[in-house]
């Protein structure tokens, strides 16, 4: 009997140990190579739907604290600091308010000026060349479809991704010159007309380079959104087979 309760009490004790050591396991990848992310908003339509799922590298731009969960890292500044490349899809932390997840295309580097003018990208006072395309068709939260003007845009650099126009003379289709600061990127949705980032200063402005988190790689799976992953007996119907696995970069 004795015995038993010996066995019984090392199965316990090295469970409890398995459990830690995977535990510990994945926070060191989260921290350190890859971290999941799902997308919530349509800020980066056509490029990200809602219901995508991402690994997002986290070694891209070096650590800071928030490369830790809670960005609870113990040190300040950036270690190992790499800066990102004009057209990279980066994930940081808002640098106004609650700390939130963002993610946008970097399109501004430190001392780059940024314009938009009719809704045509200006980068250090050249107008970043845009071709329109087919509409992205897509559809709306009652599923009903839906058609967006859309432009190929490409960054002197070669990167070349897709941009959604909804509404002329949006917002922020006519800007002031924003001059990016050291220490700091420029961010935007590829939404144009539907995306909170960097030119609007009040609410989330340049972006320091501090709050990167990283840098996202490939959608590795995609779900329609308002399906839950509990509604298994939809799963298999509601999953995006056509975006699995899309490479970002």
Do not use: C
Request: glycine share 10%; charged share 25%; aromatic share 12%.
């Amino acid at each position: 009997m004795k015995e038993d309760v010996a066995k019984d009490e090392g199965w316990f004790g090295e469970t409890v140990k398995t459990v830690i050591y995977a535990v510990l396991i994945a926070m060191v990848i989260r921290s350190f190579a890859f971290e999941p992310f799902k997308i919530p908003s349509e800020s980066m339509l056509p490029t990200l739907e809602v219901g995508d799922y991402l690994f997002v590298s986290k070694y891209s731009y070096g650590y800071s604290k928030h490369s830790f969960p809670f960005s609870a890292g113990p040190f300040d500044g950036r270690i190992l600091e790499d800066m990102p490349k004009r057209g990279d899809v980066a994930v940081f932390k808002k640098p106004i308010g609650e700390k939130t997840d963002y993610i946008k295309r970097i399109i501004g580097l430190p001392g780059d000026t940024i314009q938009m003018r009719g809704g045509i990208l200006y980068l250090n006072g050249k107008a970043v060349k845009r071709e329109k395309v087919d509409n992205y068709v897509g559809r709306d939260t009652s599923g009903k479809p839906r058609s967006f003007t859309q432009y190929r845009e490409t960054l002197p650099n070669g990167v070349s991704y897709m941009t959604l126009d909804i509404q002329r003379n949006g917002t922020a289709d006519n800007t002031d010159v924003y001059k990016v600061p050291e220490g700091h990127v420029f961010g935007m949705g590829d939404n144009r007309d539907n995306s909170t980032d960097s030119r609007f200063l009040s609410q989330v402005g340049y972006i320091p380079v501090e709050n990167l988190v990283g840098r996202a790689e490939v959608i590795f799976y995609s779900l329609e959104r308002g399906v839950s992953f509990l509604e298994i007996w939809k799963v298999p119907f509601a999953t995006r087979w056509d975006r699995v696995p899309t490479m970002l970069n």
